[in-house]
């Protein structure tokens, strides 16, 4: 049995246990640090935020500055359509500068004769019975509708064919 003492005694290691102290400054630390994570993910939602409002509002504001000038693209139309805008003369230059300044911006007219009626984006003023249409169609365009983009700035305002 003396064999058993004169044999040194296994040492345990054992790492040092940390303070409560110690646990509570770790954990301040990491609440401190995802406080931190999640005001920045706040912030980076923040600028998203911002930004597609901005571009937003100016989408919103072209639409409502060519909302203006929609009764005199409305009037050209008629002029061009009674043969009043000669190609050459001073006013024929005028209307296509004011047309191509709305098609820079992305304003682009829809609605033609014959097109499919569309009450999404057409307004019937006038409906006439034919028996030549299956479906709903456009038999005359009394004010040409205006998209900017996919957002509708004015529905077309037509007459319309029905059949029986």
Not at 24 to 51: G, H
């Amino acid at each position: 049995m003396q064999e058993e003492s004169d044999k040194p005694a296994e040492e345990v290691v054992q790492e040092p246990q940390p303070t409560d102290e110690a646990v509570d400054e770790i954990d301040r630390e990491l609440e401190i640090f995802q406080d931190l994570q999640r005001l920045q993910a706040d912030f980076v939602n923040y600028k998203a935020r911002v930004e597609r409002d901005r571009g937003l509002e100016r989408q919103m504001a072209v639409a409502d500055t060519l909302r203006a000038f929609l009764p005199a693209l409305d009037d050209l139309d008629r002029a061009s359509a009674h043969g009043d805008l000669q190609e050459g003369t001073p006013m024929a230059a005028v209307a296509q500068k004011l047309r191509a300044a709305g098609e820079k911006l992305g304003l682009v007219a829809f609605g033609e004769k014959g097109e499919l009626f569309d009450p999404e984006i057409h307004e019937a003023l006038v409906k006439n019975v034919s028996e030549t249409v299956s479906a709903p169609t456009i038999a005359d365009v009394i004010e040409r509708g205006y998209k900017l983009g996919d957002r509708l700035v004015r529905p077309a305002k037509v007459a319309v064919f029905v059949s029986e």
